[in-house]
């Protein structure tokens, strides 16, 4: 049905999951920055609802480019996407009632976030207020991508971060432009709530990787890592790797933001994590290498250019999400094989 087999083998997983997927039957749906990783899985599964169970479900996908979109061959020529070419920054106008907004349209690449702090706040800001606006104007449901790095510096005494749980950050590091600003959109988003009954949902979301990420100078560390394998190339880290991370694999992620999407009791705000294999970056890098023969990994170490922030990971608590049924299914290797096999198909 799709012509990439990875993409068709994650979107028969998702459609496996526990998930009340009729609540989208005969909706229509915009996503903003519909060219992310993220936001192209969420029109997967909606196009594959569409062809597998006939569930009239309407997709406008605002993006800033429309040849990328165009070039996804397997949005191409589909009736069921509708692409409004725009900066989210501009105020959004769609001819029709709109039942469910998925906003995702904020970078999360260190090196934009580095080059382009300024833009980062408009479209976390000013791009939340129109989809505000436009939620308002219809009595759409919004549905918020918001990232774990709201959380700041947590006290180290929490062994797991609760919803509930808030830390600092220091708002006069250019760094801190994207928590920040998707600190201030939260705020927004239960600002409308509050004084107009906007109906919303909010999921702060932790390292998610799969076909689909950017892997060409994207700067995070999966994206790198899988650069190096599918390119054939040394591992090159420049730090001593101790940091560590927790990584979920794209049709977990998805799974879970559907849960939240279609669940009538799922509350407002969920973390988003797979916390089942925590590992350092250095752990992460010799793993690859074992699994991929011919490449080393090489350490050139240089100082912090304030790309990332500076404080120690503590993880997520995801019990409010595993309450509504969720459970990560991808281990880590076989989302790593899954990926990697997938950049080297469409090579």
Known sequence: MYKNQIIQ???KNILEQNIKFERLYNKTILITGANGMIASYYMYTFMYLNDTKNANIKIYALVRSLDKLENNTEFSKRKDIIPIVQD??????IPEK?????????????????QDPV???????????????????????ILFTSTREIYGDVDKKVEKIK???MGTLECTEVRSCYPESKRLAENLIVSYAYQYNVKYKIVRIAHTYGPGMIIKNDGRIMSDLISNIVNKEDIVLKSTGEAK?????????????????TDEKAEDIYNISNET???????????????????????????????????????????????????????LREGIERTVEYFNSIK
């Open 9 to 11: 083998n994650d979107l």
């Open 119 to 141: 833009g980062i706040i408009k479209a976390n800001v000013c791009g939340t207020l129109n989809i505000l606006e436009l939620a308002r104007k219809n009595n759409s449901e």
């Open 277 to 331: 294999e925590e590992l350092s970056i250095k752990e992460l890098a010799f793993m690859m290498k074992e699994m991929y023969e011919n490449i080393d990994v090489v350490f050139k170490i240089e100082e912090n250019k304030n790309s990332y922030l500076k404080f120690s990971r503590i993880p997520l608590d995801t019990t409010k999400l595993e309450k509504l049924g969720w459970k990560p299914k991808v281990p």
């Open 163 to 165: 919803e509930t749980d």
């Open 245 to 261: 991370r927790a990584f979920c694999y794209i049709t977990d992620t998805i799974s879970a933001l559907l849960m939240i999407m």
């Open 98 to 114: 709109i039942d469910y907004i998925i906003h995702m349209a904020s970078s999360a690449n260190p090196k934009t976030i580095t």
């Open 88 to 93: 989210v920054c501009e105020p959004i106008n």
